[in-house]
């Protein structure tokens, strides 16, 4: 069965730091990309960030691009978001989801998001 | 990376079809048959409903389909049950460096 479980939301005053983490379980870790959707209070789902399996290719919405950093580690199954320069719009429940992708001459198509994680809260705010 | 444009809200009374919109460019819905749909409700998870354009995961109704036309996709819900009020959001894919875009969501109301 494949598990999800993001942690890390928290409090965090305006241009202050978070980390948030996704623990994976039930499927091969590392043969699939990883991404990061947020959903701000009574707002709809917003893209955010994604990494391939490897990890050597990653993917930034505009709104967070130079600010936030995706990671994993495959040796313990693990998807990581770096937060930096934290504003009050990133407010939101961030949602870790595995992505299924066509990958064919070199391109790979992101198709859908098949499992999504239950979401940790980041409040930004003075 | 603009947002879909899908209707704030739909309705329909138990037993009928509602159909709902996700338009976009040629340079995501228009452009690759790679858009799906999830439904959410309240303070859930969102959950995949169609994929690829008109794919059904398993465990999914028949009762949900999906169709696109240029640069528009709809989703639609046949025989409406209660259970079906729910948030529903289109999602594409949006070319190497947008990854995906997401629609704004659209408030499914049973009568």
């Known amino acids: 069965e494949v598990q999800l479980l993001e942690s890390g939301g928290d409090f965090v005053q305006p241009g202050g730091s978070l980390r948030l983490s996704c623990a994976a379980s039930g499927f091969t870790f590392s043969s699939y990309a990883m991404s990061w959707v947020r959903q701000a209070p009574g707002k709809g789902l917003e893209w955010v960030s994604a990494i391939s399996g490897s990890g050597g290719s990653t993917y930034y919405a505009d709104s967070v691009k130079g600010r936030f950093t995706i990671s994993r580690d495959n040796s313990k199954n693990t998807l990581n978001l770096q937060m930096s320069s934290l504003r009050a719009e990133d407010t939101a429940v961030y949602y870790c989801?595995?992505?299924?992708?066509?990958?064919?001459?070199?391109?790979?198509?992101?198709?859908?998001?098949?499992?999504w994680g239950q979401g940790t809260l980041v409040t930004v705010s003075s | 990376q603009s947002a879909l444009t899908q209707p704030l809200s739909a309705s329909g009374s138990p037993g009928q079809s509602v159909t709902i919109s996700c338009t976009g460019t040629s340079s995501d819905v228009g452009g690759y048959n790679y858009v799906s749909w999830y439904q959410q409700h309240p303070g859930k998870v969102p959950k995949l409903m169609i994929y690829?354009?008109?794919k059904r995961p398993s465990g999914v109704p028949d009762r949900f389909s999906g169709s696109k036309s240029g640069n528009t996709a709809s989703l639609t819900v046949s025989g409406l049950q209660a259970e079906d009020e729910a948030d529903y959001y289109c999602s594409s894919y949006a070319g190497s460096n947008n990854f995906v875009v997401f629609g704004g969501g659209t408030k499914l109301t049973v009568l």
């Open positions: 690829e354009v008109s």
């Open positions: 989801a595995k992505v299924v992708r066509y990958c064919i001459g070199g391109t790979c198509y992101v198709e859908y998001f098949d499992y």
